[in-house]
């Protein structure tokens, strides 16, 4: 993250992606090295997705970095009983950062410093559920891929189609977790779904060919339900002509 300092307040100004494997090791080494006495051991998942191992549950809530960006930092700091150290540690982290050699080299080639870790998310690690409602996650999301391998499902990234999916996954049952709509792209978005994923499955459930649950979710809410052949499909696909009011949208299906 690179953290911005204003004259009244502090903000995330953005999210670094461009780091590379060689400085992604050296911020990593300075982490662990740092940290080590308190028990932080800092492991990398992929290019600059990192993760963070106590051997201790922690009493902790805390924000993801897509909600505080640009916003005040303090109304998104860590709460709960061991937010106090965590809050601690975060500190630390930005002022050992601050001055790392990657940072500065960064910064006179133009590129976002990692000034700040932000910590989100969490849980305790435990053994594969075998009774798992999904074989298989396909999604385009590194972390809910990684939070999927964690509890032994297999994972990968969303195929482009229905029929990608389906020529893709032999799994008995799969979780698609598709990207979420967003402005101004909502109606080219929308477009393609209809084409790539919602006519083919109104086509396979009318031959009776699937048997799936389709779940709508907001940041708030989630509707879950199974379409009749002819029935929520075809009624979203009408809706689709024009950005739908997801409001009032979403209750109509309640009868699916």
């Known amino acids: 993250m690179t953290l911005e300092v204003g004259r009244d307040e502090v903000r995330l100004a953005c999210i670094v ?16 090295a740092h940290f080590a006495p308190d028990g932080l051991e800092f492991v990398e998942r992929g290019a600059g997705r990192w993760w963070v191992a106590l051997g201790e549950p ?9 909600a505080a960006l640009r ?16 809050r601690r540690w975060q500190s630390e982290m930005q002022m050992l950062l601050f001055e790392h050699p990657i940072n500065h080299t ?6 976002s410093p990692v000034n700040y870790v932000w910590m989100w998310g969490g849980g305790t690690l435990r053994a594969g559920d075998p009774a798992a409602p ?10 809910l891929r990684d939070l999927a391998r964690a509890v032994g499902t297999s994972a990968a990234k969303a195929p482009g189609s229905l029929a990608a999916f389906r020529a893709a996954s032999p799994a008995a049952s799969a979780l698609v977790w598709l990207e979420d709509l967003e402005a101004p792209e909502m109606q080219k978005q929308l477009t393609a779904f209809d084409s790539d ?22 940041s708030g809410a989630a509707l879950s339900f199974k379409p009749r052949a002819s029935g929520t499909m075809n009624r979203l696909r009408r809706r689709w002509s024009t950005p739908p009011n997801l409001s009032a949208l979403l209750p109509s299906q309640a009868d699916a």
Do not use: C, N
């Open 17 to 32: 992606s461009d780091l590379d494997t060689d400085e992604s090791a050296a911020l990593l080494s300075s982490l662990s």
């Open 197 to 218: 994923w919602a006519a083919p499955m109104e086509r396979a459930l009318y031959k009776r060919e699937i048997d799936l649950t389709l779940v709508i979710a907001g």
């Open 71 to 86: 916003k005040p930092l303090i109304e998104h700091l860590p709460r709960g009983a061991d937010a106090p150290r965590w």
């Open 58 to 66: 922690q009493r902790l809530e805390t924000s993801p970095p897509g």
């Open 134 to 143: 999904a074989a298989a996650v396909f999604t385009q999301a590194a972390l």
């Open 106 to 111: 960064r910064e006179s080639s133009g590129r």
